[in-house]
């Protein structure tokens, strides 16, 4: 069965850099999370899209954006990266069900 | 706002033996949906059961089931027959079922669960 695909898997950036995250969710859901989870730490909601509108907002700073796309696929980008967004960021998709399917992960560090 | 927490940091348990891990949550809803989700090493997050509020009955998947009590507003993980591969984090979630009130998961702080060989 297809599953939750986020790219890159890695991604090094340098302070002050931009970074863009991919998700594609699974075929037919309905809605997409991001999640950031730091070292350590139980995941922290960023930001939601329920049929490509965004529809609940988290800890997200004002440096980060999200949107999802027609296609459904979403994109997180990060600007003024700083050493602390350093973490794990993942993306989630559900559907009628709502039990959310996570992505591996993207695996962010800020050097 | 919704609350989600796990009391026991860490856990270990024997191999072939039986673990629970606990989790409580503060609500005000009646209607919601209870998560437990594992989390090895590799860090992908995999869901191992479900349970939604309005069932009294107790979600069963193979090995893994849960205690749920929801005037208690308790939600515990019980895994029978321990493996080494159920060594992991255990996230406890919740998510609402009314959409006004938000579709994202809540978590809690997790337990570490060792096995022992």
């Known amino acids: 069965a297809a599953g939750v695909i986020q790219s890159p898997r890695h991604l090094i950036k340098e302070k002050r850099e931009t970074a863009t995250l991919k998700c594609y969710p699974i075929?037919?859901?309905?809605?997409v999370y991001w999640y950031q989870q730091g070292p350590g730490q139980d995941p922290q909601f960023l930001i939601s899209f329920y049929e490509k509108m965004q529809s609940d907002k988290g800890s997200i700073p004002d440096r980060f954006s999200a949107q999802q796309f027609s296609d459904y696929h979403s994109e997180l980008n990060m600007s003024s990266l700083e050493l602390g967004d350093s973490a794990l960021y993942f993306c989630?998709?559900?559907?009628?069900?709502?039990?959310?399917?996570f992505g591996q992960g993207t695996r962010l560090t800020v050097v | 706002a919704q609350t989600v927490t796990q009391s026991q940091p860490e856990m270990s348990v024997q191999e072939a033996e039986t673990v629970t891990l606990s989790c409580t949550y503060d609500?005000?809803?009646?209607?919601?949906?209870l998560f437990w989700y594992k989390q090895p090493p590799s860090r992908q997050m995999i869901l191992v059961i479900r349970?939604?509020?309005?069932?009294?009955q107790n979600a069963t998947e193979n090995r893994f089931s849960v205690n749920f009590q929801k005037a208690a507003k308790s939600f515990s993980l019980k895994i029978s027959d321990s493996q080494l591969g159920d060594a992991a984090m255990y996230f406890c979630a919740y998510r609402s079922m009314n959409n006004n009130a938000g579709n994202m998961l809540t978590f809690g702080g997790g337990t570490r669960l060792m096995v022992k060989p």
């Open positions: 989630a998709s559900s559907g009628f069900g709502r039990e959310a399917f």
């Open positions: 609500t005000s809803e009646s209607d919601y949906y």
């Open positions: 349970q939604e509020a309005y069932k009294q």
């Open positions: 075929p037919r859901h309905d809605t």
